[in-house]
């Protein structure tokens, strides 16, 4: 399928505790936690490692792959539906996990409207606990792989922004712009949350987002 979608939302807005929420045991905050999934390309999951920590300042940690679950297959299609594996994520989150982020090369997809399964870019539960960002439609219209691994930051940050309370946002350039079935949209936002969203994400979670007005991505593809 040639529709392509990015941070398709899945549920009503939730509350959200802090970014940082550190219990009296423990002296560490809480962490996003990337798992790797099945087949997974880790040229690109380590600058979206960066990427996390670069727009939102938060503890990143990487745990050991699983396989998919087969629970998730959708056999028609040959391709996993997101919101099984979202709930997949949701059972297996350490509790020292704020945000778990699926993260795999296999193609997913999830319904939309009367499309009965859309294959998408990643899913987002809107201040659930996971998301899911699958690789497999990043490198279309490109054999450029830097041009590949910036998407690759643009949408697990978008989808982390779901899960951190927010919805889809109008604001041209705006990281959490819906993609609406482009990978153009991915490859025009800026990757920055545009000053609406990010005043949201402050006051929603009691923190102060590192001052950006651009991506670095020399740099941040550098810290790789």
């Known amino acids: 399928m040639n529709l392509l979608v990015a941070g398709l939302v899945l549920a009503a807005l939730l509350p959200v505790g802090p970014l940082s929420d550190a219990s009296p045991k423990s002296a560490s905050p809480s962490s996003v936690c990337f798992l790797p999934m099945g087949k997974y390309n880790r040229e ?8 996390v920590k670069a727009v939102y300042a938060m503890p990143v940690r990487v745990l050991e792959k699983q396989s998919l679950p087969k629970a998730a297959w959708y056999e028609p299609r040959g391709r996993y539906r997101a919101e099984k594996l979202l709930a997949f994520l949701d059972g297996e989150a350490p509790k020292d996990c704020k945000a778990m982020i ?3 090369s296999a193609d997913i997809s999830t319904t939309r409207g009367k499309i009965g399964d859309w294959g998408i870019f990643g899913l987002g539960q809107v201040g659930g ?5 699958s ?6 219209k490109t054999s450029d792989r830097r041009r590949v691994k910036i998407r690759t930051v643009k949408v697990v940050n978008h989808e982390l922004g779901h899960v951190l309370g927010l919805l889809h946002c109008p604001t041209p350039r ?5 993609a609406e079935g482009s990978i153009n949209t991915v490859d025009r936002e800026t990757g920055l949350l545009c000053d ?11 923190v102060t987002l590192p001052p950006m007005t651009e991506v670095d991505w020399d740099a941040l593809l550098k810290e790789e």
């Open 129 to 133: 606990r996971s998301c899911i960002v």
């Open 196 to 206: 609406s969203c990010r005043k949201e994400i402050e006051e929603r979670h009691e």
């Open 102 to 104: 699926g993260f795999t």
């Open 174 to 178: 705006c990281m959490m712009n819906d």
């Open 135 to 140: 690789t497999y439609r990043l490198g279309r």
């Open 44 to 51: 690109l999951l380590l600058p979206a490692v960066s990427g």
